[in-house]
């Protein structure tokens, strides 16, 4: 493999110049319901195998599907929330191909005549930026069944537990230019998702899965022959893919050779894509309307009602939160992640400092949920008590170092700040007199340094704050001691050096 590396996002450096990523994906959501698309059999996960199938579902011979209306309502409720086309007429497809965990021999998709059309999303970037990633399609589909292959030394288990389970397919159009905005990309449409409770998001159980398709080409020029890369789960699994497809794709192309459109799966373990099999195209599935089901039609009052049902969404909550609380659109995008992220610091930040509580929870909750392994549902710190912590800090009660060490109370205690501080005596000393007395003693006890001080050397002040702030045990109230301190170096007189 030649030496290959980003130069900047979306960008690899070949030995005959510099190739861009192009990369599309479609990510696979399924929906929340309780029951499948066409069969009205549990679509729980975990249930022991094949205990959620229903005659549908095992494809006996005779049995109809029927639509499940609430997969209907889900779809076309993220498709405006994807800010996308709604159709008005739909069609359900036969796509035509043979596993063994596909009992018909067939999937009901939709392929001419999709639920949803056009749209597009804006993400935000680490580097503070923006972009916006047009959205091709979104369409409805069950999902197939699923092949154990770890179960028996020389034979596959079959599933079909999840056969039949309702999934929207929201296809994005070849606007991604970096594994860092397919990741962006991922993580906005998950949490759209999530918001408008169309699908949970849980990728470690398989409910929001991606099929990442990736070309390279010279900047300009045409697209290059894309390669499919399988059932990623995990937004770190999608970016390592891309990127080592991509440098494949190069390595290839430099050396002469030819790049042949195919499925590949990342193999986690190598951190390297494999061959699966030869991409199929559409006219390899045989698409064709499915003759048992009719067009899906419904009126454009029926899509208002439904629009009406939206929560405050992502991008309007984050310009929200900059207007009513002060903070940075960074903050704002870490906050609007998720849903209960934005009801916690809501609570938290009310009547309190915004910036100074979205600091605090980003930067000193959030670390110390990870740390402990928890998640913000069982948050040990409430958001009306970290909103006094902030308050406290605020008002000068404590400082901000006291603080670090009463929130550590509360993560183990539960307790409030207001207690904790009390009970331990962590009130911060704002009286002018007692910090007076702090600095005169600080200041006879070293007088060299004070010497040294008067004689140009200003940055020893820090030392004097320090020792200060030392001798209060931190409780002494920062901004006054800076304030006080230089007065009185100011007026103290040197001491006679020796000759």
């Not at 929906?31 to 499948?36: E, R, V």
């Not at 800076?482 to 050096?497: A, E, G, I, M």
């Amino acid at each position: 493999m030649s030496e290959t590396g980003i130069l900047k996002p979306g960008h690899i450096n070949g030995e005959t110049g510099t190739w861009e990523m192009v990369i599309g994906l479609e990510i696979h959501a399924q929906i929340s319901s309780k029951s499948k698309l066409f069969s009205g059999a549990s679509a729980s996960f975990g249930a022991e195998a094949n205990s959620n199938v229903s005659l549908v579902d095992a494809a006996m011979p005779g049995m109809l599907p029927v639509i499940n209306e609430f997969c209907i309502e889900q779809a076309v409720k993220t498709g405006l929330a994807l800010n996308a086309k709604i159709n008005n007429v739909s069609v359900f497809d036969r796509k035509n191909y043979f596993y063994a965990d596909l009992p018909q021999g067939y999937q009901i998709s939709q392929f001419t005549k999709p639920i949803v059309g056009e749209g597009e999303i804006i993400i935000d970037l680490d580097n503070g930026k923006q972009t916006t990633i047009g959205i091709e399609r979104l369409h409805l589909e069950q999902d197939a069944g699923k092949s154990l292959h770890d179960q028996h030394p020389s034979k596959s288990f079959i599933d079909l537990n999840r056969t039949g389970v309702a999934l929207m397919e929201i296809v994005s159009k070849p606007d991604i230019r970096s594994p860092q905005e397919a990741g962006a990309y991922v993580k906005k449409i998950r949490s759209i998702l999530r918001y408008v409770g169309a699908c949970d998001g849980n990728m470690e159980e398989g409910s929001l899965r991606a099929d990442c398709n990736v070309s390279v080409r010279k900047s300009g020029e045409e697209f290059g022959t894309r390669c499919e890369i399988k059932n990623l789960n995990s937004i770190r699994f999608i970016i390592q893919a891309i990127q080592s497809e991509a440098e494949r794709q190069v390595d290839i192309l430099e050396s002469g050779g030819k790049i042949n459109q195919e499925t590949r799966l990342f193999d986690t373990s190598t951190g390297e894509t494999r061959s699966m099999r030869s991409k199929e195209d559409a006219h390899d599935y045989r698409y064709f309307p499915d003759p048992d089901l009719l067009p899906l039609e419904f009126s454009d009052s029926w899509v208002q009602e439904i629009k009406k049902t939206l929560p405050e969404l992502p991008d309007s909550l984050k310009k929200r939160l900059v207007n009513d609380f002060e903070i940075t659109p960074y903050d704002a995008s870490i906050l609007v992640e998720e849903k209960d992220y934005v009801d916690f610091y809501q609570k938290a930040a009310k009547g309190q400092d915004g910036k100074l509580t979205a600091n605090w929870m980003i930067t000193e909750l959030f670390g110390a949920l990870k740390k402990e392994n928890l998640t913000l549902s069982n948050s040990p710190i409430s958001p009306e008590n970290l909103g006094k912590l902030v308050s406290l800090i605020s008002k000068g009660t404590i400082s901000g170092k006291i603080a670090k060490d009463v929130f550590v109370e509360m993560m183990t205690s539960k307790n409030s700040p207001s207690d904790i501080v009390k009970d331990k005596g962590l009130e911060q000393v704002s009286d002018d007199t007692e910090i007076l007395k702090l600095i005169d003693k600080v200041i006879s006890e070293n007088k060299d340094k004070v010497n040294d001080y008067l004689g140009g050397k200003d940055k020893l002040f820090g030392f004097f704050v320090g020792q200060v702030m030392k001798l209060s045990q931190g409780k002494a109230n920062p901004g006054i001691v800076n304030n006080l301190l230089k007065d009185c170096l100011l007026y103290t007189s040197p001491s006679p050096r020796a000759a």
